[in-house]
Every structure is written in structure tokens, then in C-alpha cells.
């Protein structure tokens, strides 16, 4: 396969359905990123199916469209599938309904997951815990709190308790405006992971559930909500959202001009395969 380059008028002429990155592609963390208001009043005019995914995890998808929609972004609660919003699919799908959950995260998150029917543990009962999901950095990730963590991890596991841990979101930086970033969630349960894994081994059976992209659960929903096989993924990230969308077999497109989030030079022809785009987009701008 080799990279070419593509228009975003091509691309909607060619495809059925369009998988948008947020962050780097249409929102820059504070704004709306050059051209990406335009491009979602022409979409929405023209009825056209797209969808935004991104491992963000902090706010619900209701929230996160009135933010879109406050920035000029006219984007609908229906068209946004979070990482945050995979956490309910998740217990769904494993049937963990009736396990005993405790949840790092904002208030909305908790709230959507209570309104969903989740019983989640109080503040004062994490040692009750089976599943411990880390939705955001809000509050926990201080040195005690980490100490206090890796503790009782290692406490559990020498009684062959193993809890499971649930990161909604993968990514270990996030950006803040231009040239700004902040840590995420991942870089705290990254460093917990490796701490357990010099204690235990690696064979332990100890696992972090990883949910945005470029694990599959997200791309496999967003498939499911295409109205055809006529799909293309749009990122900024070839770690992420390339690297996920050849994972599924969908078509991608990497955007490297506007604010990236990434200060690395991409040179493609020395790009591993499966981080290989099919097209270079240039711009979003019609
Ligand atoms: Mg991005």
C-alpha cells in the first residue's frame, strides 16, 4: 500500500461514513481547529454520516457536544462515541453488573454510570474493590495516592486476588491549546503496571483493560453505526487513530498540517506497516 495524498472534498466524495479524531483534527484542546466549523455545517447540511471518536473519558457525551457546540461546533450527542462511554459497554459485555466498582473520575462520569444502573463503591470503600476504573486524572494520581495504590495492589494480589482495572482512556498525554500538554490517566497506570510487574513477573495475572483507541472496541461500535462498509478514519496520531482504524481494516487519513499534537517529523516511507495511512490530508479546509 502506498500513501497518497487526498482532499477533504475526495475523501466525502469517496467515502459513505467519516471517523473524525477530536483533538488534532478538529478541536485543538481550547478552539475549533481552521476550517473544522465549516466542514461540520457542510455535513450536517448534507445529511452526510460521521462520527467523532475520541479517548477522552472525562465528561459524558452530552457534556462534551454542548462544549462543541458552545466552540461553533454544531456536533450531536449521537454523533460522539467517547472511551468514557465504552465503560458502560464494557460491564455490559463481561457481564460485570454485579462486581463490586470503584471508579477515579469526575462527578459527571460517576453520575452517568449510577443513571446506567452501575452501583459504584464509596470514597471510603475502595478496599471493597473488584474493578477499579481511572476515567481521568481528577484528584487521585498524587505521590501518597500512588503509594497508597501499588500497596494495595500488592497486598491482593499475594492473596491471589486479582482486581480488574479498567483505563478508559489510553493516551499518557493529552494537549492543551498549541504547544501545551498535560499528563493523562495512562502515564500514572502505565507506571503502577510496570511497578506490579518487578514485584510479581509479567506472567502475573494482572491486567489493565484498555479501551479507546487504537484498542478495537471503539472502531467495532463506530462500524456498527456506519450505514455502510464505505468508511474512513481521519487522525492526527499515527499511534492511535491509524494505527487502530488498519487494525479494523478502515481506510485512514493522517492530517499533518493545523496544530498537531505531535512534534515528531513523519516521515511515511519509514513508517512500520500497520502505522502506514492510506492518505496524507493535508487539510480539513473545503
Ligand atoms: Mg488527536
Request: with cysteine; aromatic share 10%.
Amino acid at each position: 500500500m502506498k500513501t497518497s495524498k487526498i482532499s477533504i472534498k475526495d475523501v466525502i466524495k469517496n467515502y459513505e461514513s467519516i471517523l473524525f479524531d477530536s483533538y488534532g483534527v478538529l478541536f485543538d484542546g481550547l478552539k475549533p481547529i481552521d476550517g473544522s466549523i465549516e466542514l461540520i455545517n457542510h455535513l450536517n447540511k448534507i445529511n452526510y454520516n460521521y462520527f467523532i471518536l475520541t479517548n477522552d473519558a472525562s465528561i459524558t457525551d452530552e457534556e462534551r457536544s454542548k462544549i462543541f457546540i458552545n466552540q461553533g461546533l454544531n456536533i450531536s450527542r449521537e454523533k460522539i462515541i467517547s472511551a468514557g462511554s465504552l465503560i458502560f459497554n464494557l460491564i455490559k459485555k463481561e457481564n460485570f453488573f454485579e462486581k463490586k466498582c470503584f471508579v477515579y473520575g469526575t462527578k459527571s462520569i460517576k453520575n452517568d454510570l449510577r443513571n446506567k444502573g452501575i452501583k459504584l463503591l464509596r470514597n471510603s470503600e475502595i478496599e471493597k474493590a473488584e474493578i477499579i476504573i481511572f476515567s481521568d486524572v481528577e484528584k487521585w494520581p498524587t505521590i501518597e495516592n500512588l503509594n497508597k495504590l501499588l500497596n494495595f495492589f500488592y497486598k491482593k494480589y499475594s492473596e491471589k486476588k486479582f482486581i480488574k482495572i479498567i483505563l478508559p482512556n489510553p493516551d499518557i498525554i493529552y494537549p492543551i491549546g498549541n504547544e501545551h500538554f498535560n499528563f493523562g490517566a495512562a502515564a500514572f497506570i502505565d507506571m503502577l503496571e510496570q511497578a506490579i510487574f518487578r514485584i510479581f513477573g509479567k506472567n502475573i495475572q494482572y491486567k489493565v483493560i484498555r479501551l479507546g483507541k487504537p484498542y478495537e472496541m471503539i472502531f467495532e461500535i463506530a462500524k456498527s453505526r456506519c450505514k455502510s462498509n464505505k468508511i474512513i478514519m481521519i487522525g492526527d496520531q499515527l499511534e492511535t487513530d491509524i494505527l487502530g482504524a488498519n487494525n479494523v481494516k478502515i481506510d485512514s487519513a493522517l492530517v499533518t498540517t493545523g496544530i498537531n499534537t505531535t512534534k515528531k517529523k513523519i516521515t511515511i516511507d519509514k513508517t512500520a506497516k500497520n502505522l502506514l495511512p492510506k492518505f496524507i490530508l493535508e487539510s480539513i479546509r473545503l
